[in-house]
């Protein structure tokens, strides 16, 4: 079992900068595949990135593609979202998520472990 925690939400404006934090611990954190989700209000949950803890490999939205770079600090056990050139559109609560490491996958619904979520604003 992991268990997640993400900072460094906040608001920020078009074409700025936020970094997020998602710290995870456990006996087996680095077996698992950590994604980042988002949800605005009255949409439907989307899938923005994922990462393998172990090769590195990463997966990402097209939404997001160019803009976002998720990565792993094995020293401090995060997973990290870097978001660059924000946009309004990009406004949501933003998870994080983790699954046992097996394929990169988009859905939320294969990653069991949630973190509370942390609010991203985009003022245009």
């Known amino acids: 079992q992991v268990q997640l925690v993400e900072s460094g939400g906040g608001l920020v404006q078009a074409g700025g900068s936020l970094r997020l934090s998602c710290a995870a611990s456990g006996r087996t954190f680095s077996a698992y595949d950590y994604g980042w989700f988002r949800q605005a209000p009255g949409k439907q949950r989307e899938f923005v990135a994922t990462?393998?803890?172990?090769?590195?490999?990463?997966r990402y939205a097209d939404s997001v593609k160019g803009r976002f770079t998720i990565s792993r600090d094995n020293a401090k056990n995060t997973v990290s979202l870097q978001m660059n050139s924000l946009k309004p559109e990009d406004t949501a609560v933003y998870y994080c998520a983790a699954k046992f490491g097996a394929a990169l996958t988009t859905s939320g619904d294969d990653y069991p472990y949630w973190g509370q979520g942390t609010q991203v604003t985009v003022s245009s």
């Open positions: 990462i393998n803890w172990r090769t590195g490999s990463t």
